[in-house]
C-alpha cells in the first residue's frame, strides 16, 4: 500500500509509492532540443541583451565586452517593469495593480554548453554572489516585498534558452506560496518556539537515511515530504531568514553542496530537466524573522503535473525520497 | 506594461501581458504523441482492466463485454487502495497516514479518437451521469471526505492512455487546494453574506466580454485571474455546493456547453492537451454548503509551469482572457 506524508510547513500531502517504487530507469523525460540561432548570452554577442546591470569581469575589459565571468542583465522581455509608481485599483470583486517590479537574468558564464555543476567551484561561488550582490541592491527599492531566485534548466523545465542562467524577480507583494510558508513557520514557532527548519535539520541528520551530500554549512537531502521524485532541498545550518546575508565561509561551502548535487543528478539523469528555487525570507516591512529559514529546493522534470494535482495540491511521488537518496548518495561523480 | 490580477477566492496573483498579448497562432504546444499497443479500454478488450463497477450499457449485453456506452473500473495502478481501516501515525515532526482512498477510471465511451466534445448530446450526458453516480455511491464511504473528478487529456496533460477516459479519486482528507478554496469562499460569504461564485458570476455577465458560451444552466468563460492562457471555467447558474447534486435539467445543459466549449477550444488549438477538473465541496462531515459553489475548470497545456510559478504561485498569462474568449467564441465549430 502507498502511503500518505503530509508537510508540516504548509499541510500538504504526498502519495509516496513506497510498495512499488520507481527506480529512475523507469523514468521516461523528455530530452534536451533546442532551437539553433546565435545564442545572446555567449561572449561576443553581449549587444545582443541590454546593458549590463552588474557584472562580474576580468580586470580591464571594458563594460558589454567580452572578458566577463557572471553578467546581469535586464531580462528583454520582462514579466514585470521597473519604472512607475505602484497603483492598486479595485474592478467589481476583483484587485489589480500595474506590473511593476524587476525581472533580470543572471548569465552564468560564458560557457554554452556547461550547467551550473559543470563550473569549477571558484566560478560557482561568483555566481553565489552575484545572487547575493543583486538581492541586497533590489532590496534598497521600498516598493519590493519579496525576491525570488530561480533557475529553469532545459526545456521541460519551462527554459527558453539553451545557455545557463538564473533569473531575478523582485515583486511588490508577497505571493500566495510564500506567504503560506512563511505562515506555516510563523505557526509552528509559536507553538513550540524553534524553527520548523531547524527541526527538520536535526530529523534528518538523526535519520541519516534521505541526506545526499552535507558540510560544515549546508546540507542537501530528499525531503520527507517530496512532491516530486529526487526532489533535493538544501538548507543552510546556520537559522537566517535571508539568503543574501550569507556568510563569507557559507558562500563557498554552498558553491560545494550545489556542485555535488547537481552532478549527482545529472549522473543519475543524464540531461535532465530541473527548476531550482531560492525560498527566502520577504523584505521592507514584511520580514517574519524568527520563524523563517531561507532554503533551496531543486524540482527535477522526471514526471508530468496533471488533473490529480492541480485539483488536490496532493503530489504522487513514485520514487520514496529514501530511494532516491541512496541512488543521489551512490552516485559516482565522473 | 503588464496588468496584476488577484483572484478573490484564494489571494492568488496573476501577471496578465495586456500590452503585448501572444495570438494563438503564437503557441508552439506539444503534439500528441502515443505508443501503439492494444488499447485495453476499447471493444473487445474488457477483460485487459478490472471488472466494471459501473456500467452503461445495452439491454441483453453482459457485463465485462462489449456493447457498453460507458464503463467505470478500478485503477489498475492506484494512487489509493480501497481496503483498510485509515491509519494515522506522528514520525517527529511529519504526519503520516496509510493510503486508504478509492481510485477509479471512467472510460467515456468505446471510441478510441473521440475526445469528449466528438461524442453526441446523449453520450456525454450518459458521461456525466455516470460522474454523479459514482460519486453518489463513494460518498456513502464515511471514510472519505473529498471526491475528486478530473481528466487529463493528452500526453501534455499527464495522460498514460490515449482513449478518453475520466479519473474520479476519493480522499480520506480534504485536500490544501480545495480547503483554501473553501475558506476563501467561506470568508468572502462571512463579510458580504453572499457567494462569491455568484457574485463572480453576475459580474462576468453584467461584463460579458469574457463569456464563451452559456444556456439556461450553465456559463463557461474566460475567468478575469486566469492562471493559464484560454482557462475556461463552467459555472452552473444554480448556486449548488456538490456536482453530483445536478438536476435531471442540468445534465443535459452541460453536456451542451461542453461539447461547445471544447469544440471550440480544439477548433482554435488542433491537439491540444488538457487537463478539466470538476470543483466541488467536501463531503461527510467536512462540509461548507452555504458558501461553497461546485464548477469545472479546464486548462490548457499551452505553456509550461516553471520556476518563477512553482516559487511565488504567481502565473504569467501571454493572452488576457477577454481575448481568449473572443477567439473562443468566433470559433466556429465545423
Request: charged fraction near 20%; aromatic fraction near 10%.
Amino acid at each position: 500500500m502507498s502511503e500518505l506524508r503530509r508537510d508540516p510547513l504548509v499541510g500538504r500531502w504526498v502519495i509516496v509509492s513506497t510498495d512499488n517504487p520507481t527506480l529512475p530507469q523507469g523514468y521516461e523525460y523528455e530530452p534536451h532540443t533546442w532551437k539553433g540561432g546565435t545564442c545572446p548570452f555567449c561572449y561576443g554577442n553581449e549587444s545582443m541583451t541590454p546593458p549590463e546591470i552588474a557584472v562580474i569581469r576580468e580586470p580591464g575589459t571594458g563594460a558589454n565586452t567580452s572578458g566577463w565571468h557572471v553578467r546581469t542583465v535586464a531580462n528583454k522581455y520582462p514579466a514585470l517593469q521597473i519604472e512607475g509608481d505602484l497603483n492598486r485599483t479595485g474592478v467589481g470583486i476583483y484587485d489589480m495593480s500595474n506590473g511593476i517590479g524587476a525581472h533580470e537574468v543572471i548569465i552564468e558564464s560564458p560557457y554554452h554548453n556547461k550547467d551550473l555543476c559543470d563550473l569549477l567551484n571558484p566560478e560557482i561561488e561568483n555566481v553565489v554572489s552575484m545572487y547575493c550582490q543583486r538581492a541586497l541592491d533590489l532590496i534598497k527599492d521600498r516598493r519590493f516585498k519579496c525576491i525570488l531566485v530561480f533557475r529553469n534548466f532545459g526545456p521541460a523545465a519551462g527554459a527558453s534558452l539553451e545557455h545557463p542562467h538564473t533569473q531575478i524577480v523582485a515583486l511588490p507583494m508577497v505571493p500566495k506560496n510564500v506567504k503560506e510558508e512563511l505562515v506555516g513557520a510563523h505557526n509552528y514557532f509559536d507553538y513550540r518556539e524553534r524553527c520548523i527548519f531547524c527541526d527538520l535539520l536535526r530529523q534528518e541528520s538523526q535519520e541519516k537515511e534521505r541526506i545526499v551530500v552535507e558540510n560544515k554549512y549546508f546540507s542537501a537531502f530528499c525531503p520527507f515530504v517530496s512532491r516530486f521524485p529526487f526532489e533535493i532541498w538544501i538548507l543552510p545550518k546556520k537559522h537566517n531568514c535571508y539568503f543574501c546575508h550569507m556568510t563569507q565561509d557559507e558562500i563557498p561551502a554552498l558553491a560545494a553542496v550545489l556542485k555535488e548535487v547537481l552532478m549527482k543528478l545529472k549522473t543519475v539523469f543524464p540531461n535532465l530537466s530541473y527548476n531550482m528555487i531560492i525560498h527566502s525570507s520577504p523584505i521592507n516591512g514584511e520580514d517574519n524573522v524568527d520563524s523563517y529559514h531561507w532554503h533551496i529546493e531543486i524540482m527535477p522534470k522526471l514526471t508530468r503535473v496533471a488533473g490529480f494535482e492541480w485539483g488536490t495540491g496532493f503530489y504522487v511521488v513514485l520514487t520514496p525520497p529514501e530511494i532516491a537518496a541512496k541512488y543521489l548518495k551512490e552516485a559516482k561523480i565522473s
